[in-house]
Protein backbone atom coordinates (compact mmCIF):
# COMPACT_ATOMS: atom_id res chain seq x y z
CA UNK A 1 0.00 0.00 0.00
CA UNK A 2 1.17 3.63 -0.75
CA UNK A 3 3.12 5.10 2.40
CA UNK A 4 1.91 8.69 0.88
CA UNK A 5 -1.90 7.50 0.94
CA UNK A 6 -1.95 5.14 3.94
CA UNK A 7 -0.46 8.67 6.08
CA UNK A 8 -2.87 10.78 4.44
CA UNK A 9 -5.73 8.34 5.26
CA UNK A 10 -4.28 7.96 9.01
CA UNK A 11 -4.14 11.88 9.51
CA UNK A 12 -7.70 12.46 8.20
CA UNK A 13 -8.89 9.72 10.47
CA UNK A 14 -7.21 11.65 13.29
CA UNK A 15 -8.74 15.01 12.21
CA UNK A 16 -12.24 13.83 11.58
CA UNK A 17 -12.62 11.84 14.73
CA UNK A 18 -12.17 14.53 17.14
CA UNK A 19 -11.00 11.92 20.19
CA UNK A 20 -8.01 9.99 20.70
CA UNK A 21 -8.20 6.81 18.08
CA UNK A 22 -6.17 3.80 19.05
CA UNK A 23 -3.50 2.32 16.53
CA UNK A 24 -6.63 -0.52 15.72
CA UNK A 25 -9.27 1.90 14.93
CA UNK A 26 -6.74 3.32 12.72
CA UNK A 27 -6.18 0.06 10.92
CA UNK A 28 -9.67 -0.65 10.88
CA UNK A 29 -10.36 2.02 8.30
CA UNK A 30 -8.58 0.14 5.48
CA UNK A 31 -9.58 -2.41 3.77
CA UNK A 32 -6.43 -4.94 4.69
CA UNK A 33 -6.34 -5.68 8.22
CA UNK A 34 -3.13 -7.72 8.50
CA UNK A 35 0.02 -6.97 10.01
CA UNK A 36 1.59 -5.14 7.48
CA UNK A 37 -1.16 -2.81 7.50
CA UNK A 38 -0.70 -1.82 11.30
CA UNK A 39 3.33 -1.86 10.19
CA UNK A 40 2.42 1.22 7.04
CA UNK A 41 0.25 3.07 9.95
CA UNK A 42 2.99 2.76 12.48
CA UNK A 43 5.11 4.29 9.86
CA UNK A 44 2.49 6.91 9.01
CA UNK A 45 2.32 8.14 12.63
CA UNK A 46 5.97 8.67 13.42
CA UNK A 47 6.17 10.30 9.87
CA UNK A 48 3.32 12.79 10.53
CA UNK A 49 4.97 13.44 14.27
CA UNK A 50 8.14 14.29 12.63
CA UNK A 51 6.03 16.51 9.99
CA UNK A 52 4.41 18.58 12.57
CA UNK A 53 7.31 19.18 14.90
CA UNK A 54 7.93 22.39 13.46
CA UNK A 55 4.56 23.24 12.91
CA UNK A 56 1.52 24.74 15.20
CA UNK A 57 -0.59 21.52 15.91
CA UNK A 58 1.48 18.24 17.01
CA UNK A 59 0.39 14.22 16.76
CA UNK A 60 0.71 12.85 20.60
CA UNK A 61 -0.03 9.75 22.09
CA UNK A 62 -2.23 9.62 25.16
CA UNK A 63 -3.92 6.84 27.26
CA UNK A 64 -7.18 6.96 24.66
CA UNK A 65 -4.90 6.47 21.41
CA UNK A 66 -3.46 8.81 19.16
CA UNK A 67 -4.96 12.30 18.16
CA UNK A 68 -3.84 15.43 16.90
CA UNK A 69 -3.98 18.61 18.72
CA UNK A 70 -3.27 22.43 19.08
CA UNK A 71 0.59 22.90 20.52
CA UNK A 72 0.82 24.67 23.54
CA UNK A 73 3.15 27.23 22.22
CA UNK A 74 0.47 28.76 20.19
CA UNK A 75 -2.40 28.22 22.41
CA UNK A 76 -3.09 31.14 23.39
CA UNK A 77 -3.52 33.36 20.37
CA UNK A 78 -5.73 30.85 18.76
CA UNK A 79 -8.00 30.21 22.29
CA UNK A 80 -9.23 34.11 21.09
CA UNK A 81 -11.01 32.12 18.38
CA UNK A 82 -13.70 31.20 21.06
CA UNK A 83 -15.59 33.63 22.93
CA UNK A 84 -16.89 31.62 26.37
CA UNK A 85 -14.80 32.37 29.33
CA UNK A 86 -12.13 29.09 29.93
CA UNK A 87 -13.05 27.60 33.27
CA UNK A 88 -10.98 27.97 36.00
CA UNK A 89 -10.74 25.67 38.97
CA UNK A 90 -9.66 26.58 42.39
CA UNK A 91 -7.13 25.73 44.29
CA UNK A 92 -8.59 23.52 46.95
CA UNK A 93 -10.14 21.55 43.53
CA UNK A 94 -6.67 21.70 41.97
CA UNK A 95 -5.33 20.10 45.68
CA UNK A 96 -8.15 17.71 45.89
CA UNK A 97 -7.25 16.32 42.29
CA UNK A 98 -3.37 15.92 43.20
CA UNK A 99 -3.87 13.61 45.85
CA UNK A 100 -5.99 11.90 44.08
CA UNK A 101 -3.76 11.36 40.89
CA UNK A 102 -0.61 10.87 43.84
CA UNK A 103 -1.93 8.81 46.45
CA UNK A 104 -4.81 7.18 44.83
CA UNK A 105 -6.45 4.78 45.73
CA UNK A 106 -7.50 6.93 48.37
CA UNK A 107 -10.63 7.70 50.36
CA UNK A 108 -12.09 11.49 50.73
CA UNK A 109 -11.29 11.18 54.57
CA UNK A 110 -7.79 10.55 53.90
CA UNK A 111 -7.56 13.70 51.51
CA UNK A 112 -9.27 15.98 54.29
CA UNK A 113 -6.74 14.24 56.70
CA UNK A 114 -4.24 14.88 54.51
CA UNK A 115 -4.94 18.56 53.70
CA UNK A 116 -6.69 19.39 56.91
CA UNK A 117 -10.02 20.44 55.93
CA UNK A 118 -13.27 19.77 54.87
CA UNK A 119 -13.36 19.10 51.52
CA UNK A 120 -16.20 20.74 49.55
CA UNK A 121 -18.65 18.28 48.11
CA UNK A 122 -18.76 20.65 44.69
CA UNK A 123 -15.45 19.57 44.31
CA UNK A 124 -15.57 16.20 44.35
CA UNK A 125 -18.92 16.37 42.10
CA UNK A 126 -17.16 18.69 39.64
CA UNK A 127 -14.38 15.83 39.26
CA UNK A 128 -16.78 13.42 38.77
CA UNK A 129 -18.71 15.63 36.05
CA UNK A 130 -15.22 16.20 33.93
CA UNK A 131 -14.63 12.94 34.18
CA UNK A 132 -11.59 12.85 35.57
CA UNK A 133 -11.88 10.71 38.94
CA UNK A 134 -13.99 7.48 39.13
CA UNK A 135 -14.73 5.20 42.37
CA UNK A 136 -12.24 1.92 42.21
CA UNK A 137 -14.03 0.07 45.11
CA UNK A 138 -14.72 0.85 48.61
CA UNK A 139 -11.97 0.46 52.07
CA UNK A 140 -12.72 -2.24 54.43
CA UNK A 141 -13.41 -0.16 56.99
CA UNK A 142 -16.89 0.99 59.17
CA UNK A 143 -18.78 2.69 56.53
CA UNK A 144 -17.22 1.39 53.22
CA UNK A 145 -15.99 4.95 52.19
CA UNK A 146 -15.49 5.15 48.05
CA UNK A 147 -12.09 4.78 46.98
CA UNK A 148 -11.00 7.16 44.62
CA UNK A 149 -8.95 7.25 41.15
CA UNK A 150 -7.96 8.67 38.26
CA UNK A 151 -9.53 8.21 35.05
CA UNK A 152 -8.36 7.51 31.21
CA UNK A 153 -10.14 11.00 30.71
CA UNK A 154 -7.61 12.68 33.10
CA UNK A 155 -4.76 11.39 31.64
CA UNK A 156 -6.16 12.58 27.95
CA UNK A 157 -6.55 15.88 29.79
CA UNK A 158 -3.25 16.13 30.89
CA UNK A 159 -1.18 14.79 27.80
CA UNK A 160 -0.36 11.28 29.64
CA UNK A 161 -0.11 8.12 28.57
CA UNK A 162 0.19 6.83 31.70
CA UNK A 163 0.16 7.63 35.60
CA UNK A 164 3.61 6.77 35.27
CA UNK A 165 4.36 10.05 32.58
CA UNK A 166 2.97 11.90 36.02
CA UNK A 167 6.01 14.37 37.27
CA UNK A 168 7.79 13.28 40.33
CA UNK A 169 7.33 15.18 42.98
CA UNK A 170 11.18 16.21 42.98
CA UNK A 171 10.54 17.60 39.58
CA UNK A 172 7.66 19.45 40.63
CA UNK A 173 9.77 21.11 43.05
CA UNK A 174 12.90 21.86 40.41
CA UNK A 175 10.15 23.10 38.08
CA UNK A 176 8.82 25.12 41.11
CA UNK A 177 12.49 26.66 42.15
CA UNK A 178 13.13 27.43 38.51
CA UNK A 179 9.56 29.89 38.65
CA UNK A 180 10.68 31.48 41.24
CA UNK A 181 14.19 32.14 40.27
CA UNK A 182 13.14 33.30 36.96
CA UNK A 183 10.23 35.57 38.26
CA UNK A 184 7.86 34.41 35.45
CA UNK A 185 5.46 36.47 33.91
CA UNK A 186 1.95 35.59 34.93
CA UNK A 187 2.98 33.65 38.14
CA UNK A 188 0.58 35.98 40.10
CA UNK A 189 -2.17 34.43 37.88
CA UNK A 190 -1.04 30.97 38.28
CA UNK A 191 -3.41 29.66 35.77
CA UNK A 192 -2.43 26.35 34.30
CA UNK A 193 -1.66 25.89 31.05
CA UNK A 194 -3.44 22.50 29.26
CA UNK A 195 0.24 21.07 29.81
CA UNK A 196 1.01 21.51 33.04
CA UNK A 197 0.13 19.28 36.38
CA UNK A 198 -2.58 19.78 38.68
CA UNK A 199 0.36 19.29 41.59
CA UNK A 200 2.21 22.29 40.17
CA UNK A 201 -0.92 24.72 40.66
CA UNK A 202 -2.18 23.15 44.26
CA UNK A 203 1.36 24.04 45.66
CA UNK A 204 2.22 27.55 43.20
CA UNK A 205 1.83 30.45 45.15
CA UNK A 206 2.25 29.74 48.83
CA UNK A 207 5.41 31.54 48.72
CA UNK A 208 3.59 34.56 47.51
CA UNK A 209 0.92 34.91 49.78
CA UNK A 210 1.17 35.41 53.35
CA UNK A 211 -2.24 33.64 54.37
CA UNK A 212 -1.22 30.55 52.66
CA UNK A 213 0.20 29.22 55.76
CA UNK A 214 -3.46 29.55 57.59
CA UNK A 215 -5.55 27.09 56.71
CA UNK A 216 -9.50 27.77 56.57
CA UNK A 217 -11.70 25.63 58.87
CA UNK A 218 -13.17 23.83 55.24
CA UNK A 219 -12.88 24.25 51.60
CA UNK A 220 -15.93 26.81 51.76
CA UNK A 221 -14.09 29.11 53.52
CA UNK A 222 -11.29 29.13 51.19
CA UNK A 223 -13.68 29.84 48.27
CA UNK A 224 -15.03 32.75 49.63
CA UNK A 225 -11.55 34.01 50.74
CA UNK A 226 -10.83 33.70 47.07
CA UNK A 227 -14.31 35.24 45.92
CA UNK A 228 -13.07 38.40 47.80
CA UNK A 229 -9.80 39.12 46.87
CA UNK A 230 -7.58 40.51 44.33
CA UNK A 231 -7.59 39.36 40.47
CA UNK A 232 -5.60 36.88 41.16
CA UNK A 233 -7.04 33.25 40.36
CA UNK A 234 -5.70 29.54 40.72
CA UNK A 235 -7.12 27.73 37.91
CA UNK A 236 -6.75 25.18 35.12
CA UNK A 237 -7.76 26.69 31.72
CA UNK A 238 -9.80 24.12 29.79
CA UNK A 239 -12.85 24.55 26.87
CA UNK A 240 -16.25 25.15 28.83
CA UNK A 241 -18.16 26.75 31.28
CA UNK A 242 -17.06 29.17 33.93
CA UNK A 243 -16.64 26.74 37.42
CA UNK A 244 -16.58 29.64 40.25
CA UNK A 245 -18.08 27.26 42.40
CA UNK A 246 -15.27 24.91 42.76
Known sequence: MNHQYVKNVVEAALLAAGRPLTLEELTGVFDERDGSVADEVKTALATLTEEYATRGVELLEVASGFRIQ???AVAQPVA???????AKYSRALLETLALIAYRQPI?????EQIRGVAVNPNIIKTLHERNWIRVVGHRDVPGKPELLGTSR???DYFNLKKLDDLPTLAQLKELEDLRVQLMLPGAEAE????????LDAAGAGAAE????DLEPQ???DEEAAADSSAPRTHGLVASGAQDDST
Open 209 to 212: DPAA
Open 107 to 111: TRGEI
Open 191 to 198: VLSEGETP
Open 80 to 86: RLWQERP
Open 70 to 72: IRA
Open 153 to 155: EFL
Open 218 to 220: SDD
